[in-house]
Nanobody, 118 residues
Framework: QVQLVESGGGLGQPGGSLRLSCAASGFTFSGYTMSWYRQAPGKERELVAQISKFGRNANYADSVKGRFTISRDNAKNTVYLQMNGLKPEDTAVYYC???????????WGQGTQVTVSS
């Protein structure tokens, strides 16, 4: 059974930090590109960051570049999103996504709420 379980969301202060985790199971994690997306109320889901299957390459949305860092630990089947310098506009539900590099398989997590407010 495939599972992507996000955790680490919650209330963050402007300028503060949060670290999201996404634990994967049920598939060969190291064969998948991993991404974080977010969706704010009334807005479309957008790509935040993406990391290649062995972690050598990462890409970021312009809005988070220099503040957020995506990483992965293939031994733990987990991808992370370190969020520093939080802004109120970072408030959204954050989703983890797995895309196979060899097949058409795509998996999504259930999402975790991040709220940035003083």
């Amino acid at each position: 059974q495939v599972q992507l379980v996000e955790s680490g969301g919650g209330l963050g202060q402007p300028g503060g930090s949060l670290r999201l985790s996404c634990a994967a199971s049920g598939f060969t994690f190291s064969g998948y590109t991993m991404s974080w997306y977010r969706q704010a109320p009334g807005k479309e889901r957008e790509l935040v960051a993406q990391i290649s299957k062995f972690g050598r390459n990462a890409n970021y949305a312009d809005s988070v570049k220099g503040r957020f860092t995506i990483s992965r630990d293939n031994a733990k089947n987990t991808v992370y999103l370190q969020m520093n310098g939080l802004k109120p506009e970072d408030t959204a539900v954050y989703y983890c996504k797995a895309v196979s590099t060899m097949t058409p398989r795509v998996y999504w997590g259930q999402g975790t709420q991040v709220t940035v407010s003083s």
